[in-house]
Nanobody
Framework: QVQLVESGGGLVQPGGSLRLSCTAS????????MGWFRQAPRTQRELVAQ???????DYADSVKGRFTISRDNAKDTIFLQMNSLKPEDTAVYYC????????????WGQGTQVTVSS
C-alpha cells in the first residue's frame, strides 16, 4: 500500500507562482512513476506532469515552460512548481502513482485546490 499526502494549493493572482508537494509513504520502492493531475469543474481529469523513477519527465502542452515537476528521493516527495499561473490553471490538483507504464494510475486522493484569480 502507498499513501500520498498532497499540499501546497491556494489562491494566487494571475502571473503568480505556487509549489505543490506530494509525499509518499508505504511500499514506494515499486513505484514506476508519479504524476500530477488536475480537474476543473465540468471537465475531464487531465495529466499535467509525470516523473519516472529514472527521472524522465513529461508535461501537458498547456503547462510546458511554466510548470516543473521534480522529486526529492530522500523525502519521498515530488513537487510541482507552477509559474506564470493563468486563470485556466484553476482546478483541483491530484497526485498519483503507478507501478508500470502499462498499468493504470491508482486510487485518487482528495487533491488540493489551486485558484488563480485577481
Amino acid at each position: 500500500q502507498v499513501q500520498l499526502v498532497e499540499s501546497g494549493g491556494g489562491l494566487v493572482q494571475p502571473g503568480g507562482s505556487l509549489r505543490l508537494s506530494c509525499t509518499a509513504s508505504g511500499n514506494i520502492f515499486s513505484i514506476y512513476s508519479m504524476g500530477w493531475f488536475r480537474q476543473a469543474p465540468r471537465t475531464q481529469r487531465e495529466l499535467v506532469a509525470q516523473i519516472t523513477r529514472s527521472g524522465w519527465t513529461d508535461y501537458a502542452d498547456s503547462v510546458k515552460g511554466r510548470f516543473t515537476i521534480s522529486r526529492d528521493n530522500a523525502k519521498d516527495t515530488i513537487f510541482l512548481q507552477m509559474n506564470s499561473l493563468k486563470p485556466e490553471d484553476t482546478a483541483v490538483y491530484y497526485c498519483n502513482f503507478r507501478y508500470s507504464d502499462s498499468l493504470p494510475w491508482n486510487d485518487w486522493g482528495q487533491g488540493t485546490q489551486v485558484t488563480v484569480s485577481s
